[in-house]
Each structure stands twice: as C-alpha cells, then as structure tokens.
C-alpha cells in the first residue's frame, strides 16, 4: 500500500459564507471536507473557485482544474463520426459505408416489432466491427479523463 499523498490544506474545512435578503448579514455553512474534494485539491493548480450548487440536501463545490498537456510528438489521428459513412478519419479513410443502409432499414420498420429489434442489432454489429478496424495498433490513445472534460 502506498502512502497517503499528503494534502495541500490538511487543516481547512471549507466555509461557506452566502448573502442573504437582509443588507449586512451572511449566511454561513461549515463544511467537512470529503475524499472527493481532496481528490480534485491534490491535483497540480486545482483549486477552489468562487461559486457553488446548493439544494435541500447536497451541496456542490467547484474546483478548477487546468487542461491537462497536449502532446504533439506522437502521430494524431482524428475520427469524425457520420452520418452516411459510420467512421472517417484523418487519413481519408472510411469506415462503416453500409451505415446508411442499416440505419435506412430502422426507420422502415414498425417500432416494437422483433425486426426493428434485429435491425438495432445488426446496427450493434456493425459499429463494434467498424471500431475493431480502426488501426489501432498505430496510434497512441488517450483517456478522455485526461482532457478538460473533467471540470
């Protein structure tokens, strides 16, 4: 088991402090901190940013997190998803031309019924076939964890 790593703030547990209707006064909160929040803190540059969700039950801090480094050394290859063709790339190639066949097939059949049924699984299929042919032995891939979805 590796040990903790050590926490910027061990000693502060955010306070809340919001306005309310009556001029001068403040409506303050004490809050414990939770392993999620010490989570985002402990990344590198995270911190807290003026603002918060508050419900019945729950309160939502946000903390702001800089965009992870994009690297430019390895080789990028975009994928676009269509709308005829299932997957094209950077490269021009394409991948699922019977896309729009299978989809074509969907509409044209009567919702619930067990060939609306087959046709969603053929639909399935053929997307887990067309990921499988992506050259994925020649590009590095990257979590999406580490982009800036993760705000």
């Keep these: ?3 903790p790593v050590p926490n910027r703030f061990p000693y502060r547990d955010p306070v809340i402090k919001l306005s309310v209707l009556k001029k001068g006064e403040r409506l303050t909160i004490p809050t414990k901190r939770t ?3 010490n989570k985002w803190l402990d990344e ?3 911190k807290l940013i003026q603002g918060c969700a508050l419900s019945e039950n729950s309160l939502v801090l946000w903390v702001e997190v800089p965009d992870a480094e994009i690297k430019t050394d ?3 290859l975009a994928v676009d998803v269509g709308v005829n063709n299932l997957l094209s790339d950077s490269n021009g190639s394409h991948y699922g031309e019977e ?3 299978i989809r074509d097939k969907i509409k ?3 919702p619930g019924s067990k060939s609306r049924e087959r046709a969603f699984r053929q639909r399935e299929n053929l997307i887990n076939r067309t990921v499988n042919q992506l050259p994925w032995g020649a590009i590095n891939t990257t979590s999406p964890a ?3 979805s993760r705000r």
């Design 35 to 37: 392993a999620v929040l």
């Design 1 to 3: 088991m590796s040990p």
């Design 108 to 110: 044209r059949r009567k």
């Design 146 to 148: 580490t982009s800036a």
């Design 44 to 46: 590198p540059s995270a």
């Design 99 to 101: 896309f729009k066949k």
């Design 74 to 76: 390895d080789e990028v």
